[in-house]
């Protein structure tokens, strides 16, 4: 059985077969072409005899047939030959006259031969025998009408030895045989070469593969040269396996990034538990460890909810349920709800410029990208100041007069989890904001860039 998966086999028997059966088939054709060929040869044969021996009685009714000369006029070996009688009113054939090489024997007479005579008249009726008193080939017979009164019909028949598988036919044969099963080992000796030196080069392609390993980010398969649908293939394999080392590498460091900010907050519950179980303490130095360990859930919780979010999106998904967005409508939803603590750090949200705008998309994740860029313009703004918000029909600009992004930051910002210098400032946060902003307007084909400037300000820009 594991010969019949072996692909070279599958190859080699499948075109073993096809050709078996053309060259079958080809050789089919040429033998049966030759044995009707000589068929008509007899038939024209016997033809000229029949049509031949009937002019002379036409003309001399009187006169004896004389099968000899008609013998070596047409250069015959064998000539069977007779004339038979047919009395109408009893139905009884009886031979009147015979050929030297017929000898005492009689050629067949079938009622549908006499029939079909009756029926054409004027034509040849040829039909065969056999008589191993006279050959052991087959008998190939002419039938003709050959003169009619009121009680008796006079038939002609003529015949000769014949045997569709003449030595000729079969030597043609014996050569066909010979020379196509020559031909196909040939050829199939010549795939079997083809088809192992393809499949070397798949094996090369395949033991390649399976020494790249996780730990080998870089490796890809070499092209070969020899094939295009291989060296497809390859190019096929390295496209996908590159994005798949992305992907690893994505994932590599963001376990690494999510594994600490998971710790730093657990840490910190630690530490506060092991304080409050050193000795035992007041109330209000309970309720203060129990705080920490509150604000310190909060921000796992919050932390772990993003990631969640970040892993579970499923773009088409999402995508087949899109609808209808006021974008407008949601921006407004999402600067009242940042209202009360931009009032509290007496930071003014200003609305420039308003536009009506509908997008296809899902309101309630383009009001999260919307309150995550809120977030941060009020998280890095100082107090008091301006955030100043500006709704065109193409685009949504959201700038803030915060401390600014790094030049070398710019092009990290949107990475899970990087916060770049802004971690060291006692600006809480965990890194996921932007990353998560990045996919949502991923989802619905929007654009986002940052233009931001150390000590002035940065201005976020959403392109539609």
């Known amino acids: 059985m594991q010969r019949f998966k072996n692909l070279k086999f599958r190859l080699l028997a499948t075109l073993g077969t096809v050709l078996f059966a053309l060259f079958y088939g080809f050789g089919y054709i040429v033998v049966h072409s030759l044995e009707s060929s000589y068929q008509q040869t007899s038939e024209a044969t016997l033809f000229a005899v029949l049509k031949d021996i009937k002019h002379d009685f036409n ?49 067949k007479i079938e009622p549908s031969i006499i029939q079909q005579i009756f029926e054409r008249p004027n034509e040849i009726v040829f039909s065969t025998m056999s008589d191993s008193n006279l050959t052991q080939q087959k008998i190939y017979i002419g039938t003709l009408l050959l003169a009619q009164n009121e009680d008796q019909i006079l038939f002609l028949q003529c015949a000769m030895p014949y045997d569709k598988h003449t030595p000729q036919v079969k030597e043609m044969t014996s050569t066909l045989w010979a020379g196509l099963s020559s031909l196909l080992m040939i050829i199939l000796v010549l795939a079997s070469i083809l088809i192992s030196k393809s499949l070397q080069n798949v094996q090369k392609v395949t033991n390649t593969a399976k020494e790249i390993s996780t730990q080998d980010l870089h490796s890809t398969i070499p092209q070969t040269h020899i094939a295009y649908e291989i060296d497809d293939l390859i190019a096929t394999f390295n496209t996908l396996l590159n994005e798949l080392q992305n992907a690893y590498a994505q994932v590599k460091q963001f376990g690494q990034n999510a594994s600490h900010e998971l710790k730093t907050p657990l840490t910190i519950i630690q530490g506060e538990v092991d304080i409050g179980l050193r000795k035992e303490r007041t109330i209000e130095e309970y309720q203060r460890i129990l705080h920490k360990v509150a604000k310190e859930v909060s921000t796992l919780h919050a932390v772990i909810e993003k990631i969640l979010f970040l892993s579970s999106t499923t773009k088409n998904d999402l995508k087949n349920h899109f609808s209808e967005v006021y974008l407008d409508e949601v921006l407004l939803d999402a600067i009242e709800e940042k209202r009360l603590i931009c009032e509290q750090r007496h930071i003014t949200l200003h609305l420039n410029s308003f536009e009506a705008l509908s997008v296809q998309g899902n309101a309630a994740l383009l009001k999260i990208a919307i309150t995550n860029l809120l977030d941060n313009a009020i998280k890095y703004s100082p107090s008091p100041s301006t955030i100043t918000i500006s709704l065109f029909s193409h685009e949504l600009q959201i700038r803030d007069e915060g401390m600014g992004i790094k030049e070398e930051d710019l092009t990290h910002v949107f990475e899970q989890f990087y916060r770049g210098d802004k971690g060291n400032q006692n600006i809480q946060g965990s890194g996921l904001g932007l990353a998560i902003v990045k996919n949502i307007l991923d989802l619905h084909d929007f654009t986002i860039t940052l233009q931001s400037q150390e000590g002035v300000g940065t201005t976020v820009v959403i392109t539609f």
């Open 59 to 107: 003309l001399d009714p009187s006169k004896e047939i004389i099968f000899n000369d008609n013998k070596q006029e047409f250069n015959m070996p064998i000539l069977y030959a007779q004339v038979v009688a047919y009395d109408s009113l009893s139905n009884t054939p009886t031979v009147i006259q015979r050929s030297n090489d017929l000898k005492e024997r009689t050629l």
